[in-house]
Nanobody
Framework: QVQLVESGGGLVQPGGSLRLSCAAS????????IGWFRQAPGKEREGVAC????????YYDDSVRGRFTISRDNANNTIYLQMDGLKFEDTAIYYC???????????????????????????WGQGTQVTVSS
């Protein structure tokens, strides 16, 4: 079974940077679409950065494009979200997510688009709090 554990959240001043990590275990192949989502109080959980399979096609929400970078280190089984130029509006609980994609389907279509909706993912971490405050 896939398990995801986030870390790296904390309190940071506006304009500062954080790097979130998501340690993954239980993967039996590299054919997992991944994503970072966030949820602020009173708001829906929204996609921040998502990657299709295989790596290469990346989605960023308009609010973070140019400031956030998603990456995956398959050798270390870790997913990262580098966050620069943080704003008050970035305050939220951040979650990493993954969903298995059949290798045969990936081979057939060449590349699967990033999934950007919460209901497209099967595995979720417990979340890590990011607070941007002066």
């Amino acid at each position: 079974q896939v398990q995801l554990v986030e870390s790296g959240g904390g309190l940071v001043q506006p304009g500062g940077s954080l790097r979130l990590s998501c340690a993954a275990s239980g993967f039996t192949s590299d054919y997992y679409a991944i994503g970072w989502f966030r949820q602020a109080p009173g708001k829906e959980r929204e996609g921040v950065a998502c990657v299709g399979v295989p790596d290469g096609d990346i989605y960023y929400d308009d609010s973070v494009r140019g400031r956030f970078t998603i990456s995956r280190d398959n050798a270390n089984n870790t997913i990262y979200l580098q966050m620069d130029g943080l704003k008050f509006e970035d305050t939220a609980i951040y979650y990493c997510a993954a969903v298995y994609t059949d290798p045969g389907i990936v081979a057939s279509v060449g590349q699967v688009r990033p999934y950007t909706a919460t209901n497209e993912y099967d595995y979720w971490g417990q979340g890590t709090q990011v607070t941007v405050s002066s």
